[in-house]
């Protein structure tokens, strides 16, 4: 549901340099999203987390992430 919807609950800027790799839960940390991140765009992401996070949880209705790894890889399509 959340790759389904990823462009409208990022919006286009953040929708061409991230995708949704996995959720991972964490007794101690909770629920944490695996963001894949397009090389170069790491600092953008990292000034986004909150918001990223509070509109997932808007989205879904209900306190489902807590944090967000980032996770680099390198476009290859030009």
Do not use: A, D, I, S
């Given at each position: 549901e959340t790759l389904d919807n990823w462009k409208y609950i990022?919006?286009?800027e953040?929708?061409?340099?991230c995708y949704p790799r996995s959720f991972k839960n964490s007794?101690?940390?909770?629920i944490c999203l695996n963001l894949m991140?397009?090389?170069?765009?790491?600092?953008d992401l990292e000034y986004s987390r909150k918001i990223i996070i509070k509109k997932i949880n808007c989205f879904l209705g209900y306190?489902?992430?807590n944090k967000i790894k980032l996770i680099n890889y390198i476009d290859t399509k030009k």
């Open positions: 990022v919006g286009n953040l929708f061409r340099v007794k101690l940390n909770g991140v397009k090389r170069g765009n790491e600092v306190e489902f992430v």
